[in-house]
């Protein structure tokens, strides 16, 4: 996921979770988790906004599908909350930080700068 991915994920009205939150979540299954409890939508609700099933829904909330930058998008906007966008976030930085960066991460990294000109 590149950075102006990334920007594009952060929805003007959606919230951000605070870092206790954030910190908490151990995987990205967690965090699509914790976004629709904060909702406060029902989960069918959730995946009518998304346009996709309940049982999809259920699906990339077990890890059992990848849940792609367009639907992270729709799940943020569905839901009004970033914490997906995050959580990718912070693991893109924390293995950066540990001197293990995706190929992905740093080609994202050098696009950034012209996707946001």
Known sequence: MNQGELRVLASVSARNADDQTLRLCASEEEAIAVSLRLSGCHQTEIAKRMGISGA???????GERTLTVKMARRLIEATGWNLVRQYRDLQSALRAAQGRPREMDRISYIASFSEAA
Request: net charge positive; glycine share 0%.
């Open 56 to 62: 999809y829904l259920t699906m990339l909330k077990k």
